[in-house]
T-cell receptor, first 114, second 120 residues
């Protein structure tokens, strides 16, 4: 069974440029998460989808961040324009059960903003 | 208030010894789940163990066990017979039950992590 796939693994951009990250969850997993992880810190939830519906986007900075999950499968996280402080690892995860199921994580997309 | 507190920024253990990583949590929900994840330097998050709030037995998975003390709201991870490959960052996380349909339902919150170093 394929795991959660994320791309790109690494991205270096200059500030004010746009960037997009893609995530393909494990087949059949209804719930998809985007987390932000700063160096040496725990992951922080940006947005959580149940199928194609964003059920929790309270932590997503909506002035520059956007996300979509068309057809309830793949998801894209976009930042426009990127700022220096956005340098971090963006983790995508999926789970089968909303409450008791473990989260399966992708390898993450490491963003460096210069 | 912090939902998940890991008070040990770093821990050291000798190979083959046991080590306990501390985790306390804060929730008013009756139904919740507690998770431990391992994150090696390569970056991937690896699920280790899960404890449900209604589980009466402490969870065990191989060399990992979870010391669940509900009244004290603690969920410490015990790693027995440490191996060099156990050196990594360890995160405690809580998934709250809340009410179905509410924004907190199913939300998973992570602690700040503990870096474990296993010495030969």
């Amino acid at each position: 069974e394929a795991g959660v796939v994320q791309s790109p693994r690494y991205k270096i951009i200059e500030k004010k440029q746009p960037v997009a990250f893609w995530c393909n969850p494990i087949s059949g997993h209804n719930t998809l998460y985007w987390y932000l992880q700063n160096l040496g810190q725990g992951p922080e939830l940006l947005i959580r989808y149940e199928n194609e519906e964003a059920v929790d986007d309270s932590q997503l900075p909506k002035d520059r961040f956007s996300a979509e999950r068309l057809k309830g499968v793949d998801s894209t996280l976009k930042i426009q324009p990127a700022e220096l402080g956005d340098s971090a690892v963006y983790l995508c995860a999926s789970s089968l059960d909303l409450v008791t199921g473990e989260l399966f994580f992708g390898e993450g997309s490491r963003l460096t903003v210069l | 208030a912090q939902k998940i507190t890991q008070t040990q920024p770093g821990m050291f253990v000798q190979e083959k010894e046991a080590v306990t990583l501390d985790c306390t949590y804060d929730t008013s929900d009756q139904s919740y789940g507690l998770f431990w994840y391992k994150q090696p330097s390569s970056g991937e998050m690896i699920f280790l163990i899960y404890q449900g709030s209604y589980d009466e037995q402490n969870a065990t998975e191989g060399r990992y066990s979870l010391n669940f003390q509900k009244a004290r709201k603690s969920a410490n991870l015990v790693i027995s017979a440490s191996q060099l490959g156990d050196s990594a960052m360890y995160f405690c996380a809580m998934r709250e039950g809340g009410s179905a349909g509410g924004t907190s339902y199913g939300k998973l919150t992570f602690g700040q992590g503990t870096i474990l170093t296993v010495h030969p």
